[in-house]
T-cell receptor, first 117, second 111 residues
Framework: NAGVTQTPKFRILKIGQSMTLQCTQD?????MYWYRQDPGMGLKLIYYSVGAGITDKGEVPNGYNVSRSTTEDFPLRLELAAPSQTSVYFC????????????????FGPGTRLTVT | GQNIDQPTEMTATEGAIVQINCTYQ??????LFWYQQHAGEAPTFLSYNVLDGLEEKGRFSSFLSRSKGYSYLLLKELQMKDSASYLCAVRDRGSQGNLIFGKGTKLSVKP
C-alpha cells in the first residue's frame, strides 16, 4: 500500500495562475480531506468529501475548489492564485469519522509546498 | 467557539519524561487525537482517547478528562528522534466529525 500520495511536492506559482494539486489514496477510504498548514498555525480544513460525488466546505474554502469523481482521487484546484495561498497543503483520508472506540484516524500524504509570488 | 490550546514550544533532555498538555473548548466532542509531525513531513497518528483515563502505547501515553476539557501526551525515555511537533486534535460531534487541530507543540530533545 502506498497510502496517500500527493503531487507535486513543490510548486511556485505566479499571482493569478491556476493549478491542481493531486491526491490519491489506495486504502479504499470513503473520507478524504484537504488541509493547509501555515507556519506556527494548526492544520486548517479546506474541503472534505465523505464519498465519491460528495464534497463540502471546511473552515477555509475561499479560493479553492474540489471534485471527487472516484473513491481514490480528490484533487484540489486553485483558481487565480494569491500570495495568501502560500502554504503547505496536506491531503488525508480515513475510513469514516464516527467515534466511539474506533479511532478511524486520518492518514496524511507527504504534502505539497506551494509558493505564490 | 472552537478553541484548542497547547504550549508553543518545550525543551527536554534525552532519557527524561515530558508531558505536553492540551485544553479544549469545542461545541461537541467525539474523541481526541495526538499526532506527531517531524519538520517537513506529514503528521502521523500517535494516540486516540474517547473515554476518560490513560491510554498507554509503549513509551507514549495519552490521558483524557472530558469534564475538564483536558488531555496530555506523556513521552518517556526521550530519544533524539522524538524532536518533533505534537498536534492535539478534537473530533467534533457535528460537521461529519471533522478534526479541529491545535497549533502544535514543538518539542526539542537535547543530549
Amino acid at each position: 500500500n502506498a497510502g496517500v500520495t500527493q503531487t507535486p511536492k513543490f510548486r511556485i506559482l505566479k499571482i493569478g495562475q491556476s493549478m491542481t494539486l493531486q491526491c490519491t489514496q489506495d486504502m479504499n477510504h470513503n473520507y478524504m480531506y484537504w488541509y493547509r498548514q501555515d507556519p506556527g498555525m494548526g492544520l486548517k480544513l479546506i474541503y472534505y468529501s465523505v464519498g465519491a460525488g460528495i464534497t463540502d466546505k471546511g473552515e477555509v474554502p475561499n479560493g479553492y475548489n474540489v471534485s471527487r469523481s472516484t473513491t481514490e482521487d480528490f484533487p484540489l484546484r486553485l483558481e487565480l492564485a494569491a500570495p495568501s495561498q502560500t502554504s503547505v497543503y496536506f491531503c488525508a483520508s480515513s475510513r469514516k469519522t464516527s467515534g466511539g472506540t474506533y479511532s478511524n484516524e486520518q492518514y496524511f500524504g507527504p504534502g505539497t509546498r506551494l509558493t505564490v509570488t | 467557539g472552537q478553541n484548542i490550546d497547547q504550549p508553543t514550544e518545550m525543551t527536554a533532555t534525552e532519557g527524561a519524561i515530558v508531558q505536553i498538555n492540551c485544553t479544549y473548548q469545542t461545541s461537541g466532542f467525539n474523541g481526541l487525537f495526538w499526532y506527531q509531525q517531524h519538520a517537513g513531513e506529514a503528521p502521523t497518528f500517535l494516540s486516540y482517547n474517547v473515554l476518560d483515563g490513560l491510554e498507554e502505547k509503549g513509551r507514549f501515553s495519552s490521558f483524557l478528562s472530558r469534564s475538564k476539557g483536558y488531555s496530555y501526551l506523556l513521552l518517556k525515555e526521550l530519544q533524539m528522534k522524538d524532536s518533533a511537533s505534537y498536534l492535539c486534535a478534537v473530533r467534533d460531534r457535528g460537521s461529519q466529525g471533522n478534526l479541529i487541530f491545535g497549533k502544535g507543540t514543538k518539542l526539542s530533545v537535547k543530549p
